[in-house]
């Protein structure tokens, strides 16, 4: 491509209102537009390296025997509501009605579609397994889009699924999506880490995500000093070490509290500390009050919460709701006599003697016991901090900040079965068909890789991904030998069908310079005053070694390039 | 591919619900399937297709320096209204609220972002021309979705935009798209016709169609016995050829028409026939009543109606609205008397002593004459018929059916006006950018080349988005030395990256010979019984010839095949 006859444009300044260093140099670099909250226009350069990240994906699904096709994203809503999941999405699917009022949503995620382009036919186990997967736009209504390209409203989304007859063939099917998946990250070079996680809102046997690592994840990868594991923070056991508590039990006795509210102040009030005390959350869930009891000094984990109760959304309860049911202003819930489900974390058994919020304005419990109250439940449901106990080794777990670039879902017969998918065996007997879900995120592909290979300059495009994998840049338009000679490299690159762009723009060689760091292409060679003595220079965006190439080997050097 | 690993299906019976040649063959070739009204999931088999089509396109335009982009669907309702085009597209816009209630649109086509895409930079002169697109979803809540691919209410487009300082610039930006777009119905074998056609709702200075002949077309193409002449019926001019009449003029008379409603019943009462009349038709113009009078035996062209009145849209007046007006039941509307504005077609000022509807019910008037009433505007507002005479050379029009499969406009600077795009002139003065739009729907050219390709075995693909090049059909599995040379030939197309089917599948010869005919795959090698002579069965699906070939030629007649 020659810059001059393109439309192309750089910023100089960083971008107002990106708050990423992806999506600041994404648009500096002229990659990407916001248009609106949430959506971007993804311009010319940036396409280029989106179309590259697209062929990746769809050349290794392509390996594994996977084949292409494509859904409407306008999908009716009665599809949703089959599955159940119109209430699991609830007011993130964008819904609206057509001109004769049938209610349509853009569809989040397509198991449902994929269930019934599938049943339409294979209805015999010979006609098993089969893989199908769309490159797709998706709509979600995310309640606060951010991070440039890392959260967005609409974008391009790899979603394949996976048909078998059971559970074997699924292993089989999820291992090779497994497998197609570190290939596909590995080429874009994303430093990433496989985690177990919740299944979500897809449902299901198993998750894993693949986490590109960095420091604006908004996902906690818990890893683990001593050995291997690697989950999600969401669905990390807490392992419980606490001993039994061997002290003896006193009555429950009420205190006034004045002027204490927090878990610290109160703490300060007694002269204890956060683990004395157990914590009372009310939550509101699926428009239900219920309250959480954990041990001072941790905290909940929804997900878990979520996960316990088979619940779909949960917000902490609003003043007016904690007020009605303590009857006493925030701060002061505690299991005690409280009316309402009270669900109560495991490790507060080992407890004894502890101290609760009194469901009375500046009063508190102390010497609390379990005998003093009853919960519904009793579980896992804390967060896991950095230094807790691995589940598997016992050594001290570690956390990493990640963005979930990709997702691998077991789906077991769950979709079959609300979707009447089911398929006749040897015995022509009908069963339901084993699905699996899989998932990758282009433009967070494309924003991940920015996180990871940039410097102060601008982008550093990993090779496979690179809009160009070289520049070409004459340092003066008025040069005839420089242009002589940057033409014809440019010609010998394009008659070798390799990516190249030519920086023949009439601009200062500084401003050139800049850009093509900027955009992060990987190679420059620099046709300038030396030219004349049949000498170019070669500027390596990765090492930002320059060296000086005699012109009788620049082409093998670039052959050499491709080739890699 | 190889079939026996393949998600695969074909039908043999009739599709229900299509009403269309190209829409029934897509289906029971497993091709396409319907999701719900006007929209269609793309199985995997047409997806290949569909990618085909997507690369002669995309080729096309690169091939002409155009630079593609990605816009999102999601636009906010807002740049249509900057635009004035909110009213334009009405109710075949989906709109949405997001979750905080700001108004959405599902794009239907993409001026104006391309016009916010295109401000952003280039303000200078010197940044022009440039040519942006795009291959991108589109969305029309369409009133009434129809054969198939061809009017649906999701469907991919190929958007393109010129922009341009001048008139002349614009001009030869458009002549490229009109080459390219040559070029990309050649290469899909679409025997197409160029016509001049309204601008409608994208406003502008020029229009032109591709349109692919077709009996299942919505437009009529109107050509010319006697020279190129070439238009969509739409706008095409009815050329004057009546002679004022030398008649005396009567007075007018009120006359009582029992019985006699239609144009034939009345005609038949005076012993006159249809032309002598001059038929008032009522309709509601964008929420006004007006009358249209017309020759008796003409019909009203609502789009040269809609230009006249630079409305958006335009339909019958409501029974209960005509009653209104004309104070009498419907069918006696006339022009005298009449209390709305009334268009008059110009050919009636050559008319004298003729036949209106009396505003009253059972009444006519006789002897009517323009001296009688008073129309707001006279203009051609007929639309033509086959063997009117051709406005350029005086000899018979003709009629053919098009599908609409792409179209240029000439936009001027109605969109940079609107949007705000401005450059530096070289005076340094601030110049409205000429831009031009260009699109082409891919689905729809699907349909198009199945409607023009297809015998009554199923689909018959042009070579350049067949699914596959070739088949290769074993007749027995069991036949160890049919398998092997039909697994060495596909490996020998698969080494060299042809594009072939190798249908492995355990079914008798004629399914697999009927499903390879129904798709369309041009050429077919069978491996039969004479494979132990080393002879194989040659099929073209264009020609219908078989032949044998012995197998010592057949890769070099593979090569051949691939090479062309």
Chains 1, 2 share one sequence.
């Not at 769309?134 to 995310?142: A, L, P, V």
Request: net charge negative; proline share 4%.
């Amino acid at each position: 491509m020659k810059l001059s006859k393109s439309f192309f444009y750089t910023l100089r300044e960083n971008a107002k209102d990106e708050d990423s260093v992806s999506s600041n140099l994404l648009v500096r670099a002229g990659m990407i537009k916001k248009s609106s909250n949430g959506m971007y226009m993804i311009m010319p350069m940036g396409k280029k390296v989106l179309a590259k990240i697209e062929n990746i994906v769809r050349e290794e699904m392509d390996a594994k025997d996977a084949q292409e096709l494509l859904m409407p994203a306008l999908i009716p809503e009665e599809v949703y509501i089959k599955s159940g999941r119109r209430e699991v999405f609830g007011s993130n699917m964008f819904t609206m009605n057509d001109r004769y009022m049938k209610r349509y949503v853009l569809g989040p995620t397509h198991e449902e579609l994929f269930a019934v382009a599938a049943s339409m036919d294979g209805k015999s186990y010979k006609d098993f397994p089969y893989n199908l997967y769309q490159i797709q736009t998706k709509f979600r209504d995310e309640t606060r889009p951010r991070y440039g390209l890392i959260r967005v409203r609409e974008f391009i989304m790899k979603d394949a699924y996976t048909f078998d007859i059971d559970e074997a063939g699924l292993d089989e099917a999820y291992a090779k999506m497994y497998d197609a998946y570190c290939r596909i990250f590995d080429r874009m070079e994303l430093e990433y880490k496989i985690v177990k996680a919740d299944t979500g809102a897809m449902g299901g046997l198993l998750s894993e995500e693949y986490q590109a690592i960095s420091g604006i994840g908004e996902d906690i990868v818990v890893g683990c000093e001593g050995c291997d594991f690697s989950s999600n923070l969401e669905i990390t056991e807490v392992v419980d070490t606490l001993q039994d508590s061997q002290e003896e039990e006193f009555e429950i006795q009420l205190v006034e509290t004045p002027n204490a509210k927090t878990i610290e102040e109160v703490a300060a009030f007694f002269g204890k500390e956060p683990k004395d005390f157990v914590k009372t959350l009310l939550y509101n869930v699926d428009g239900k009050i219920v309250a959480f009891c954990i041990p001072g000094d941790r905290e909940l984990n929804e997900t878990k919460a979520l996960k316990l109760l088979k619940a779909n959304e949960m917000e902490l309860a609003s003043f007016e709701d904690v007020e009605k049911i303590t009857h006493a202003r925030v701060g002061f819930a505690g299991p005690v006599g409280l009316d309402c489900p009270v669900y109560m974390d495991r490790m507060i058994k080992h407890m004894k003697n502890f101290i609760i919020g009194a469901n009375k304005s500046d009063h508190h419990y102390v010497n609390v016991n379990l005998s003093d109250f009853t919960p519904e439940l009793v579980a896992d449901l804390c967060q896991v901090k950095e230094g807790d106990i691995c589940p598997v080794c016992g050594k001290p777990l570690t956390f990493q900040h990640g963005i979930e670039v990709g997702n691998l879902f077991k789906l077991g017969t769950k979709y079959a079965q609300s979707m009447n998918l089911y398929y006749t065996d040897a015995n022509n007997q009908l069963q339901p068909v084993w699905m699996g879900s899989y998932g990758i995120g282009l433009e967070r592909c494309m924003a991940a890789i920015v996180e990871q290979h940039h410097d102060d300059k601008g982008i550093i495009w990993p090779k496979e991904v690179a809009p160009f994998i070289l520049s070409i840049v004459p340092i003066s338009l008025k040069d005839e030998k420089q242009m002589e000679i940057a033409n014809d490299l440019y010609n010998y690159c394009t008659k070798n069908k390799y990516s190249v762009l030519l920086d023949d723009r009439n601009e200062r060689p500084g401003v050139k310079f800049k850009d093509m760091e900027l955009i992060g292409i990987p190679y420059r060679i620099t046709v300038g005053r030396k030219a004349q003595e049949g000498i170019l220079e070669f500027s390596n965006r990765y090492t930002g070694e320059k060296e000086e190439v005699s012109i009788d080997s620049i082409k093998s050097m670039i052959d050499e390039l491709y080739k890699a």
